[in-house]
């Protein structure tokens, strides 16, 4: 069956980098479009960003951490990255990879258990 299983949260400092992992299984990941969704304390559902299929998949970002987040896949290894730069107490959330692009955001039909993120001094 088909699996997504997130990693790489916790409590950080800000500033630096954290770079979280979804690793997939039970399905074909190379084809399809993969994304990261979180959900802040005492808000609902964001979409994040997006990754196409494809040996030259785009990616695409929300406004808010364009230009300070990273998406990227490595389908040998079936698994998709999200990469997180300077980091700020505004990225606490509780991140979820989900299967689908941004159309199908915020709930996928298949999406993880989440990883939190928690960045405080």
């Known amino acids: 069956q088909v699996q997504l299983v997130e990693s790489g949260g916790g409590l950080v400092q800000p500033g630096g980098s954290l770079t979280l992992s979804c690793a997939a299984s039970?399905?074909?990941?190379?084809?399809?479009?993969m994304s990261w969704v979180r959900q802040a304390p005492g808000k609902g559902l964001e979409w994040v960003s997006t990754?196409?299929?494809?040996?030259?998949?785009?990616?695409d970002y929300a406004d808010s951490p364009k230009g300070r987040f990273t998406i990227s896949r490595d389908n040998a290894k079936s698994t998709l990255y999200l990469r997180m730069n300077s980091r700020k107490p505004e990225y606490t959330a509780l991140y979820f990879c989900?299967?689908?692009?941004?159309?199908?955001?915020?709930?996928?039909?298949?999406r993880g258990q989440g990883t939190q993120v928690t960045v405080s001094s």
């Open positions: 989900g299967r689908g692009g941004r159309s199908r955001a915020p709930n996928y039909n298949y």
């Open positions: 039970g399905f074909t990941f190379r084809t399809y479009f």
């Open positions: 990754i196409t299929s494809g040996a030259s998949a785009t990616t």
